[in-house]
């Protein structure tokens, strides 16, 4: 009996108790929290159920968990239901229950943990959108990360996820982009407002490979050249190290496309023709502080040009146009006015501005020996994605990245994350995959094989304690999609890891020498099985890679 399950049963014991005593049942909240104790003494489950309901229904909350607790220990899974304190229901499961949550992981196999709370909800997904000026920051690699490991849990609940990259190569930063490139294949200094780093040498060097007449063009010739070729070559190389990453789109939307498409212009006369712009000081302002944002915002400027909120609106009505029902972006630190202003431009347009969501990301830094690292040796100004991934790998950068809060900065210890030991996070949950693996080929060996008939013997603490951490991870999935947060993932990795280590240490999993195996070592071995692919699971929402030996 999973937690979900247990739930369920809670609130049907909960509904028929009320009932029977002519109480208001429609008081019972649609979910009931269940959740483990922190003291193993105190039970398997508990809940606050009467708590929440008992003043509602006019009665004592200990009465009231007095009477659920009399109807639950009738029910079929549960050995026992106490009252605690002022209402609390510690609740036991016995052994069969218990055991039914790893015949409910080995059923299920890789789908264990997904769920439908999503189902057939079309959802446009942007992260990165790095600039195709340079490569990707540490900012980017954290959204690279964190963007793909939300795609695959929100694609676990069922939802229809498109991976979106929005191409920045319409604006100023283009063109200073391309100057610096000229400036470079003529060997000056980049300009003061331009982009430095050894990159910067090789893209303008490989513009001339495929274009050598191009410092005898015309300056305004010379400009698109570099620009054109410069752009899809740095685009190309985000593109491959993206994917190296472990990170590819479905979609890369090009921005200046809704400039020459008409689309701005079509977004910006709608929201004339509504009176959602007003005209002052010879621009045009969105009154976006009529549905909830700080300040009115230029959409377009006293010169005639269209800020970049233009885009950004003509941007939103073509998702939407294409039929996505939530368009959540991903964003730097430095963007936290574009929550206030995207939700305004959805509402302008009549929109709902739930179908909007931003999620914004905090900084990202690097340690060494216990000091900053700041320089990259390609960049030159910042330290990027293939950085991280030359000094820590592919695996223990995605993990870093997605393990904390999206809301808190992080530093990374490089030290700490290239030591082979359980002080580092994702070699101590790769560890116990590769143990589990181990142990099951040492069974084949022995021509042992896992039976899930007699989990009934698993008796002791820690072998109860690593079922039920088995037991939460559909309900740690869910969370994480709904919340939109994988840091719980990986916490909950670590978390599972730790109650199979302490498993691994008090238990005999294989027979020794000369021993007999028995029905004890057979179901240890479908406990394994079930912990194991609730590793793999877990790792491959993530995208990171479960070793079969390390």
């Not at 410092?215 to 620009?227: G, H, I, N, S, V």
């Amino acid at each position: 009996m999973t937690p979900a399950d247990l739930a369920e049963l809670l609130r049907g014991t909960a509904a028929s108790v009320l009932a029977d005593r002519g109480l208001d049942v429609s008081v019972l909240p649609e979910t009931l929290t269940v959740e483990r104790p922190r003291n193993p003494e105190h039970g398997d489950y508990a809940t606050n159920i009467a708590m929440q309901v008992a003043k509602k229904v006019g009665t004592n909350p200990r009465e009231l968990a007095g009477w659920i607790a009399e109807a639950l220990t009738a029910a079929d899974g549960i050995e026992s239901a106490e009252i605690a304190g002022p209402g609390f229901l510690n609740i036991r499961l016995d052994k069969d229950a218990q055991g039914a949550i790893v015949v409910s992981v080995l059923e299920a196999g890789a789908s264990y943990g997904s769920g439908d709370s999503l189902a057939g909800k079309k959802i446009n997904l942007e992260f990165v959108s790095a600039n195709p000026t340079g490569p990707i920051h540490l900012g980017g690699t954290r959204w690279a990360a964190v963007g793909d490991a939300l795609g695959r849990i929100l694609s676990a609940q069922g939802g229809l996820v498109t991976r979106e990259y929005y191409f920045n190569d319409h604006g100023a930063q283009i063109d200073r982009f391309s100057r610096s490139l000229i400036a470079a294949a003529k060997g000056e200094p980049a300009p003061e407002d331009g982009y430095a780093g050894a990159y910067i040498a090789d893209i303008a060097a490989s513009v001339l490979k495929q274009r050598p007449d191009a410092m005898e063009l015309p300056a305004d010739e010379q400009q698109e050249t570099f620009r054109a070729i410069g752009v899809e070559l740095m685009f190309t190389h985000i593109k491959q190290t993206l994917h190296d990453f472990g990170v590819d789109f479905d979609v890369y939307f090009h921005e200046n496309s809704l400039f020459e498409s008409g689309a701005v212009e079509n977004a910006v006369e709608s929201l004339k023709g509504s009176g959602n712009l007003f005209h002052e000081d010879g621009a045009w302002w969105l009154k976006s502080t009529d549905y909830g944002d700080d300040k009115d915002r230029v959409v377009i400027k006293s010169d005639g040009n269209a800020a970049y909120i233009a885009g950004d609106i003509a941007y939103f009505q073509n998702k939407r146009a294409r039929g996505f029902d939530l368009c959540i972006y991903m964003l730097g630190a430095d963007h936290h006015g574009y929550i206030g202003r995207l939700k305004a431009a959805a509402a302008a347009f009549g929109d709902d501005p739930d179908t909007v969501e931003v999620l914004i990301g905090q900084m990202v830094n690097l340690v060494k020996d216990g000091t900053a690292v700041k320089m990259s040796k390609r960049a030159g100004t910042v330290i990027t994605l293939d950085d991280l991934v030359e000094a820590i790998g592919v695996d223990a950068s995605r993990y870093v990245m997605i393990r904390s809060s999206v809301d808190s900065s992080i530093d990374i210890d490089l030290d700490l994350w290239t030591k082979t030991s359980s002080e580092n996070p994702v070699y101590y949950v790769q560890y116990a995959h590769a143990r589990l693996a181990a142990i099951a080929r040492n069974a084949a060996d022995l021509g042992l094989s896992a039976d899930a008939s007699h989990l009934a013997l698993l008796t002791v603490e820690q072998e109860g304690d690593l079922i039920r951490t088995i037991g939460e991870y559909p309900r740690v999935v869910s969370s994480a999609a709904n919340l939109r947060e994988p840091h719980r993932i990986a916490r909950y990795l670590e978390e599972l890891a730790g109650a199979y280590h302490r498993f691994y240490g008090a238990c005999r999993i294989l027979p020794q020498g000369d021993e007999d195996a028995t029905d004890v070592h057979r179901a240890r071995l479908a406990l394994c099985a079930a912990t194991r692919q609730v590793l793999a699971n877990g790792l491959e929402l993530l995208g990171v890679t479960a070793p079969e030996q390390m």
